[in-house]
Nanobody
């Protein structure tokens, strides 16, 4: 069974940090693109970050550039999203996927339609 399981969400104060994890089972994560998405209440889902399967290049939405870092540990078959300097507007449910959303779909490489269950991140004082 192909599966992504997320962990690491929670409540954090503005300016704080969190690291989300995305553990894959049933397939090799680094063979595919890895994308992180988020959906805030009342808003559409948006792409946050992407690792291309072609060459490992990383991409970020302008709203998180310089604050978030996407990575993967091939030995653990796990991807991560390190989130620093968090802002209240980062509050959302975060999802990982074996795919990258727009505008990175054209550079994603191999894509797999598997999604994590979501992790709630709340940034509030």
């Amino acid at each position: 069974q192909l599966q992504l399981v997320e962990s690491g969400g929670g409540l954090v104060q503005p300016g704080g940090s969190l690291r989300l994890s995305c553990a894959a089972s049933g397939f090799t994560l680094d063979y595919y693109a890895i994308g992180w998405f988020r959906q805030a209440p009342g808003k559409e889902r948006e792409g946050v970050s992407c690792i291309s399967s072609r060459d490992g290049s990383t991409y970020y939405a302008d709203s998180v550039k310089g604050r978030f870092t996407i990575s993967r540990d091939n030995a653990k078959n796990t991807a991560y999203l390190q989130m620093n300097s968090l802002k209240p507007e980062d509050t959302a449910v975060y999802y990982c996927a074996g795919d990258c959303g727009e505008p990175w779909a054209v550079v994603a490489g191999r894509r797999l339609d598997v999604w994590g269950q979501g992790a709630l991140v709340t940034v509030s004082s």
